[in-house]
């Protein structure tokens, strides 16, 4: 006779599993990357690695906890020339939570430089005005929405478009900003995403002279990210990513095959 498993034993399979072996399409990963990405120096295969930011709560309830790490690796490189300038394609295609793995394929809505991120975490008034305490700043996040801690707000002027129930955390739902290169899309507009140092509207890059985010991945290639410039590109580790996760081709490979 076959003996029952033990009830130990299948709330570990249970935890072990409970995680969405996918995360959904939609979910907003606010990240900043170790190490810089150069036009000049990277070469295709290398890896490159960020950490989430800020904790990100699922349609589900659960939650992936900031500190996460996102991984990919560099797919392109092409030098400066007078014709075309230059270019460096990336991919994201790993996320690491919790002693797991989940395959993801993601899109670049916006790019900060590591001063833009800086400056977003600071207060607007003058250092001797700060306040006892961090709960009384206003702060400004990349793109231009005011954080007002003392209220937990985020406002576009007077408007409420956000939440900010703690310092270096940020939901919201996505805003559209066509002229920019972010379209309305429906699914984001339907729930408040985690955007850490981001506006709502935040679309393509903050704090650098010439680069421009020419294929956001959310079109065919699929998850392909394309920076160029007229001059060399260098990202520097420290810089701020907002990431979408978007549906994978069928024919893309897993992590583990590349």
């Known amino acids: 006779m076959r003996r029952p498993v033990p009830a130990c034993v299948v709330l570990l399979l249970l935890a072990a599993t409970g995680f969405a072996q996918e995360i959904p399409v939609g979910t907003v990963l606010p990240v900043m990357t170790n190490r810089s990405v150069d036009s000049r120096r990277s070469r295709p295969g290398d890896r490159i690695s960020a950490r ?9 309830g659960e939650r992936i906890r900031a500190g996460a790490k996102v991984d ?17 394609i990336i991919r ?9 793995e989940f395959p993801v394929t993601v899109s670049l809505r916006s790019l900060a430089s590591t001063q833009d991120v800086f400056s977003a975490q600071l207060p607007t008034s003058n250092f001797d ?3 006892t305490s961090i709960s009384d700043w206003t702060t400004v996040q990349v793109g231009g929405a005011a954080v007002y801690l003392g209220d937990g707000t985020v406002r576009d002027a007077m408007d409420v478009v ?3 129930p703690a310092y270096g955390t940020v939901t919201a739902k996505l805003l559209p900003a066509p002229k920019r290169g972010c379209p309305a899309i429906h699914a984001e507009s339907e729930r408040e995403q985690s955007l850490w140092v981001f506006s709502p509207w935040a679309c393509g890059t903050y704090g650098f002279d010439d680069l421009k985010i020419a294929h956001h991945g959310t079109t065919p290639p699929v998850g392909t990210i ?6 060399p590109i260098q990202v520097r580790g420290g810089s701020g ?3 979408r996760v978007v549906a994978a081709p069928i024919d893309t490979p897993s992590p583990a095959a590349n």
């Not at 994201?92 to 797991?100: A, N, P, S």
């Not at 394309?226 to 001059?231: A, F, K, P």
């Open 52 to 60: 989430l930011m800020q904790d990100v709560t699922l349609p589900s």
């Open 226 to 231: 394309e920076l160029t410039s007229s001059g």
């Open 72 to 88: 990919g690796r560099v797919v392109e490189t092409t030098a400066t020339s007078a014709k075309s300038g230059s270019r460096l």
């Open 129 to 131: 005005e700060y306040g």
């Open 162 to 164: 956000g939440r900010a």
């Open 241 to 243: 990513w907002l990431l």
């Open 92 to 100: 994201f295609d790993r996320l690491v939570f919790d002693k797991k």
